[in-house]
Nanobody, 114 residues
């Protein structure tokens, strides 16, 4: 499975961005799609995840501001980010789990200016 992330960029505080994660290859059986992020000098952290059935999980820091979704027919996951804050600045990584195997996409930079 290959994951292609897109949608990052520079945005002012309070603005919005939408990240996309397109999966290709042997996509049958992708259970979990998730987004993680890593800010400079910090550990990578889970931002949000969604199962194939649509169950979602969010980090406390993004609840109410970010929404994760997926289109199973297109093998694509999305992360809608609203009310962005400077502390959301990080490299965002797409993640997928197929049964017990984990896959990571390349990161996409999100920079929020205050």
């Amino acid at each position: 499975v290959q994951l292609q992330a897109s949608g990052g960029g520079l945005v002012q505080a309070g603005g919005s961005l939408r990240l996309s994660c397109a999966a290709s290859g042997r996509t049958f059986g992708i259970n979990v799609i998730a987004w993680h992020r890593q800010a400079p000098g910090k550990q990578r952290e889970l931002v949000a995840s969604i199962t194939r059935e649509g169950s979602t999980n969010y980090a406390d820091s993004v609840k109410g501001r970010f929404t994760i979704s997926r289109d199973n027919a297109k093998n694509t996951g999305y992360l809608q980010m609203n009310s962005l804050k400077s502390e959301d600045t990080a490299v965002y990584y797409c993640y997928a789990r197929v049964f017990t195997t984990e896959y990571w996409g390349q990161g996409t930079q999100v920079t929020v200016s205050s």
